[in-house]
């Protein structure tokens, strides 16, 4: 397939820090954009949400559509654009394994998968499959009954650093159906860890939804946005402690017009430990905005507000941000609003507030929601949920010039605990070092995987791998807790 290259692109950007200043900042990159593959009735279909990398080095997804079952699947895809099913849901007529996976899979260090399907109610299951497809469980089914535990999860799941995996639900619990936050162990026993809408008005928020709309910081306690709620009922950011104390640390809507933003969508750490996302509505021009916010909730800073550029080519309706390895974000816009024919793009934004957009897509065949990550090899990959030969989607990668580097599965962990490290070229490798202390037992499983013993004397900072191609260092710290 042909390739797209890049373009330099000149953007303006809005910042605001009460009262609102004006920035304009020129920002040229060279990008090469190349379609991968496309989804067919028999491999996946209708993918929606970010893919993850599997520790062999693969990315996987869910497509809520097709399959074997034409219920959706679990997808494998290849960095070469080799597409396959990993699970079709749904091949018996009563569905005993749910149908329609959605939002992004979580995989923790024994290779198995977790992940969300609507369920055959519509109120959403939890599975867990197995890394080569063959056993699949459904862990637990929300809203059995009077939906006190919550309904429809609409949030990734991410595991903590005490080995549970942690979640929201939109809607349900016991307040008013303003959604949960709950906690899930590998076996799938659920509690409800807070029940929003607690305090009058929910003050507190309701309705948490997003990709990263909760993260657990590297100070231990998680941060989350709510879509709703709040002071004027349009979101909020809020922090929460181990115990399941919660503190609201910013209500959106604070300036007239929502200058600073309304229905935030996700969170993501910096590498300055502020707090950045996305809002949805708001800003500068009422399509959504990025943010920075102190974990403290001492201020937010609106960094970017799209539809600043002639006819919204820099796109409207942020969906998320991810940390990329050189310290920018990354981000798609899905046009949620009545804005015409906007296109999607995916862009750049640095912590200062530069926007770029990498890419814009063709409105004629990709008016679809595309979705990003970023691989260990340095390239972004994503998908478009329609459009491509089929109609289905199609696979793509952004090459935007960043190199390889390394991460762990969990960036957190003990002294003598294994920590699983994904890369790229990883074979050969001969030294593993956190924050400079050596490892004295590590096994490179394969190219694209090293597990490791956190040895004696390692401090939290930068994990880095000696390879037979260079030194590859982590962009997250890796961070040693007692």
């Not at 491999?43 to 080095?57: E, K």
């Not at 590998?186 to 990709?211: E, H, K, M, N």
């Not at 929460?240 to 007239?256: M, V």
């Amino acid at each position: 397939m042909q390739s797209i290259s890049g373009k330099t692109l000149r953007t303006c950007g809005w910042k605001f820090i009460l009262p609102a200043v004006l920035l304009c900042a020129a920002v040229a990159q060279a990008q090469t954009f190349t379609p991968l593959a496309d989804f067919t009735n028999s491999i996946g279909g209708g993918p929606g949400s970010p893919l993850i990398q599997g520790l062999d080095g693969n990315f996987y997804g869910t497509a809520g559509d097709s399959g074997i079952g034409g219920r959706g699947a679990v997808y494998i895809a290849t960095s070469g654009g080799t597409l396959s099913d990993l699970f079709s849901f749904c091949k018996a007529p009563t569905c005993p394994t749910g149908a329609n996976p959605y939002l992004s899979l979580l995989q923790i260090s024994n290779g198995d998968f977790f992940g969300f399907t609507f369920g055959t109610s519509d109120n959403g299951t939890l599975f867990k499959l197995s890394p080569t497809g063959g056993v699949i469980n459904t862990l637990y089914t929300f809203c059995a009954t009077t939906c006190t535990d919550g309904q429809l999860p609409r949030a990734n799941l991410i595991q903590a650093r005490n080995g549970d995996l942690y979640g929201t639900t939109n809607a349900g619990g016991t307040s008013d159906n303003a959604g949960t936050i709950f906690k899930l162990t590998t076996a799938g026993t659920l509690t409800t860890v807070y029940d929003f809408c607690q305090l009058t008005r929910c003050a507190d928020g309701s309705s948490p939804i997003g990709y990263g709309s909760l993260i657990q910081a590297t100070d231990g306690f998680f941060y989350g946005t709510t879509r709703t709620g709040g002071e004027k009922g349009f979101g909020t950011i809020y922090q929460l402690s181990s115990s399941g104390t919660l503190k609201t640390i910013y209500k959106f809507c604070k300036a007239a017009g929502c200058l600073d933003g309304s229905n935030p969508v996700g969170l993501v750490e910096g590498l300055d430990g502020n707090l950045y996302g996305v809002t949805t509505g708001g800003g500068a021009n009422g399509y959504g905005d990025v943010f920075k916010v102190t974990r403290g909730g001492g201020g937010l800073t609106v960094l970017y507000s799209f539809c600043s550029q002639t006819g919204c080519s820099d796109g409207n309706g942020p969906t998320g941000l991810l940390l990329g390895s050189d310290g920018n974000f990354y981000g798609t816009t899905a046009n949620l609003g009545s804005n015409g024919a906007v296109p999607n793009t995916i862009f750049q934004v640095t912590p200062s507030g530069a926007h770029t957009v990498l890419y814009s897509s063709d409105l004629n065949t990709e008016s679809s929601v595309l979705s990003v990550m970023q691989s260990t090899d340095g390239n972004l990959y994503g998908t478009n949920s329609t459009g491509g030969a089929n109609g289905l989607g199609t696979f793509f990668k952004l090459s935007t010039g960043l190199g390889p580097f390394v991460r762990a599965l969990r960036p957190y962990g003990q002294i003598g605990e294994t920590a699983y490290i994904l890369g790229t070229g990883l074979t050969g490798s001969t030294s593993v070092t956190f924050n400079g202390t050596a490892a004295t037992s590590f096994t490179v499983v394969s190219d694209s995987e090293i597990t490791v013993v956190v040895p004696t004397g390692a401090t939290t900072g930068t994990l880095q791998v000696v390879t037979p191609g260079g030194t590859l260092s982590s962009v997250v710290e890796f961070q040693v807790f007692q």
